[in-house]
């Protein structure tokens, strides 16, 4: 899953499920604000040494050299930067990617130990004594060491949950056991479920000031409308093209959402964490969903292999943007991989009808040195532990001799580049190994 998803699901379970408030929320005030605020409250004839005779510094030491606010987030808003932070934690691996040379820690290290069940518990003691120091520092509100624990470990889980139901793989047992789990419910950018996540608290937060709630409910329509097109220019680029009625159904179904509920004010008699909780519930049955849609799916392939004969060595019903109606079921054989796309909503009428659509064949290149000589690189080795589905090719460029290894569960975005995660070996007529790495024109 996305980045950005990993974090919109973190601040929607914090507001649903541990009373966090938006980040820069009312209740998150700058330090002239408070003062204000505090001044306005205590009684004016109050010496000044009572005034500031706590033990808290007075707010004037609080304030920035320039003599502006200071942002100071509430406790309920420290859960929610808490939980969005341990969401998307688990993806501060690249950054060994982006200071490393080794182009293979896409697939050896990310979604490794930072995504690993057994190391969870570490991370989250490990992030909230780093908030406990610095919330000490800047003096501001935090929950306990024990509650912050517990929120990084539901950040975190929540990240391990939402990769662990792509197609990529994680190593969630790393580092007892270098396996790739993938449960294959979710497409790893899914625009369905990255709304479902969004919407609610959008909602949320243009329902809760009156005043303003015809002016947010109209921006927030300007602001998305045009979304469901720019999904369906990239569906199309991907090979899964979105129909224009159904493009066309949801923008309306965007501009209700937003709208519909000004009516007789009826969104403000919604609590806030209501429609938060509304979001997290209809989260879990967009999961459910896939899960049954998954099975379909996979029986559906399964049932192509069967009455094809083919000798399956894996196969696997894989999701397909941008609904889940779209599943790339894939069947590895002895020679190469069978590609069938379906959609669920068309459902075949007998055996012989779904033998007979199309479908696509990716054959191996016939065995000869070069291969053999490529398969035996441990850079390639590494590849092929991370490829489900790899089918193997060749060809020559004047005197030099080709092998490159595609994963077919990556589509071929463009069609003047090779397809995501392929890998290119070079030789020379003598057998003697150019060069290698990932394939990217």
Known sequence: MDTITHGIAGTL??????????????????????????????????????????????????????GGGRYIPSRASMV???????????????????????KLLVVTWHRSITHSLVML??????????????????????????????????????????DLVTSFGTMIWSPLEWSRPAWDLI???????????????????????????????????????????????MAEAAEAPVSNRTTLLAMILLACVFLLPAIRQGGLRVSYSAWNRAGFGASLVYAALTFFAHRAALARIEKFAQLDHLQVESIGALPLP?????????????????????????????????????????????????????????????FLWFARFPVT????????????????RFAQIRRDRPSLFTYRVRFDASGNLLSQGWATR
């Not at 004839?45 to 030491?61: A, F, V």
């Not at 020559?396 to 595609?406: C, D, L, S, T």
Request: charged share 25%; with cysteine; aromatic share 10%.
């Open 187 to 233: 497409f790893i950018i899914d625009f369905t479920l990255s709304a479902i996540l969004l919407l609610p608290q959008l909602l949320a937060w243009a329902y809760s000031q009156p005043e303003k709630t015809l002016r947010r409910g109209a921006g927030l329509c300007v602001v998305f409308l045009p979304v469901p097109l720019l999904i369906a220019r």
């Open 121 to 162: 518990p570490l991370w989250a003691l490990l992030l909230a004594w780093i908030t406990r120091g610095f919330c000490n520092w800047r003096k501001w509100e935090a929950p306990s060491f024990g509650a912050l624990s517990l929120i990084y470990g539901a950040g975190i889980l929540s990240h391990i949950l939402l």
């Open 322 to 382: 941008p609904s889940l109606w779209h599943w790339d079921g894939l069947v590895r054989t002895e020679r190469g991989v069978y590609e069938l796309r379906m959609d669920l909503s068309n459902k075949a009428a007998s055996d012989a009808e779904l033998l007979a659509r199309e479908h696509r064949y990716y054959p191996d290149a016939s065995p000869n040195s070069y291969i053999e000589a490529a398969m035996r690189l441990p850079e390639v080795q590494k």
């Open 13 to 66: 379970i914090a507001k649903a499920l541990f009373r966090g408030e938006d980040m820069f929320g009312p209740r998150g005030r700058s330090a002239t604000e408070k003062e204000k605020n505090k001044d306005a409250e205590e009684p004016r004839n109050l010496p000044q040494r009572e005034k500031h005779g706590s033990e808290d510094p007075p707010l004037e030491m609080m304030r920035p050299a320039s």
């Open 80 to 102: 929610t930067w808490a939980l969005m932070l341990g969401a998307v934690f688990p993806d501060s691996d690249v950054l060994r990617d982006i200071l490393s040379h080794d």
């Open 393 to 408: 090719g060749f060809h020559k460029e004047g005197n030099q001799a080709i092998v490159e290894i595609r994963d077919v």
